[in-house]
């Protein structure tokens, strides 16, 4: 962390202007506060990513959320490109206006910023038309800083992601490790998905019910998790629960967007 924070602050003057990539699931929980102070003189433009897993009402209200802001906003999805034209519209007007009244036309430069996993490289593979990024389904992929270039001539520098040494509300971890930007390896899968349960229980209970077949919603999340296990079949040997392969499915169905359109932070 230590060493990205000293990346993105001695690129910093180099740029034009800092595309901060977020997951729409978690628009709050996923903007790391050491970014924000970092880059707050700049020109910003947030790029609410996975936006087709998300809650498309609560996608509006966060993009007028982050315009009031200051900042221009883009609801996107990175894999599949959607946006990716919309974005460059942006950038060709940010271009002709620092290039307004200059003898010689200098190319747009940006950072990419935003925490482990959001769908940096994604969008960077996007813009460039060619796999520049390496990516993956885990967080810590991108290792170093990458100067790159686009077919349009403007240059793009790429960040690691990067968190926080201590998260102050519990829930913002949670968060992130719900969405895989903390590493599955040091959580328990099993806890975190009874987490994961207990607020769909409370925020999507219908998309919960219909996704695992449940008659009701349980006060108790537990009660909801082996309900599911045994709707799914998930026993072992004596009639015990697979908690194990319950919530790895069940955590894996959120993030693939198979239980729905899911905002875990509502505006």
């Known amino acids: ?58 996608n509006d209200r966060w993009a007028e959320h982050f315009r009031k802001q200051g900042s221009q906003v883009l609801a996107m999805n990175c894999m ?12 060709n007007k940010e271009q002709e206006e620092k290039n307004s009244g200059q003898m010689r036309n200098r190319p747009l430069r940006m950072m990419i910023v935003g925490v482990p996993n959001v769908g940096k490289s994604s969008l960077i593979n996007r813009m460039t038309g060619k796999k520049s990024a390496q990516t993956g389904d885990r967080p810590g992929v991108t290792k170093g800083k990458q100067w ?19 998260f102050e509300d519990p829930k913002v971890g949670l968060n992130l490790a719900f969405c895989g930007s903390i590493k599955d ?14 607020v769909l229980g409370n925020d999507y209970p219908e998309l919960l019910m ?4 449940l008659d009701e919603i349980n006060e108790m999340p537990l009660e909801n998790m082996e309900e599911i296990a045994r709707k799914r079949g998930f026993i072992l040997p004596g009639k015990r629960i697979d908690y194990e392969r319950c919530g790895r499915t069940v955590l894996d169905e959120f993030r693939s967007g198979k239980i729905g359109n899911i905002t875990l932070e509502r505006l």
Request: proline fraction near 4%; hydrophobic fraction near 40%.
């Open 80 to 91: 599949t490109g959607t946006g990716v034209n919309q974005l460059y519209k942006l950038l």
């Open 210 to 213: 219909e996704r695992y077949k």
């Open 148 to 166: 790159l270039a686009l077919k349009n001539g403007m240059q793009l520098l790429d960040t690691p992601g990067i968190l926080w040494p201590k």
């Open 185 to 198: 390896e040091i959580m328990d899968t099993a806890d975190l998905a009874l987490e994961l349960i207990g």
């Open 1 to 58: 962390m230590k060493k990205t924070r000293e990346l993105i602050a001695a690129n910093l003057k180099m740029v034009d202007l800092v595309i901060e990539v977020i997951d729409a699931r978690i628009p709050s929980s996923s903007r790391n506060p050491i970014i924000d102070e970092l880059v707050s003189g700049k020109k910003r433009i947030i790029i609410l990513n996975k936006s087709d897993l998300s809650d498309g009402k609560e």
